[in-house]
């Protein structure tokens, strides 16, 4: 596969006070780290990050990163986005080095396949987790894993274990984690909890009539 290359510039001195400086400048500070070498604070062109992610099948690629003005490349992978989410800003940006010929470990996504019978009955599709642990050649790494839900009935659960690997990929998540569930909706909960107790009030046997008052004694004789 072809590596998308990736012009960032070091910069001459980190921390928060040039980090600001950088973003209020339109440029995206971070750093590139890994293979042994010391962190190198870095510049990135936000118009540059964007194109580079979209060309090289997201953000789990392995760029081809060269400093300006050099020649040499080194292979890369987006290890942690830092966002602005109220103005939709990528604010840090680190970039780790890595081996081609080295597995690594990365989060991937699940991408939801399919329409789960259960949420058409009016059923709830919780995701409970977003993120799968896996291992891999960096040029391997997907951009997320296929889950198949086509099957979820109310109550169901579609776990780990049935997530699609591709050839390559090894899963380090519980194979057991519950992934997708389908929650029942509250009043179809609340009816079969009083289908449950009206069934187990059919079934049970009409109590004895109690006694009130002292009854007599052996010996006694009835009185006329």
Known sequence: MERVELVVKERESAGSRTARRLRRDGVIPGVLYGSGKPATPIAIDPHALREAVSTGHGTHAVFDVVFKGQKTKHHAIIQELQLDRVKHLVTHVDLREVKLSEPIEADVGVSLEGTAPGAKAGGLLETVIHQIRIKALPGDIPEHLVLEIGHLE?????????????????????????????????????????????????????????LVGKGREAGEEEEA
Not at 164 to 191: F, H, Q, W
Request: net charge negative.
């Open 154 to 210: 109310l109550g169901q659960v579609a776990r780990v274990s049935e997530l699609v690997v591709p050839e390559g990929v090894t899963v380090l998540s519980d194979p057991d984690e519950a992934v997708v569930t389908v929650i029942p909706p509250r009043g179809a909960t609340e009816e079969e909890e009083a289908e449950e107790a009206a069934a187990a009030a059919e079934g049970e046997e009409p109590a004895e009539p109690e």
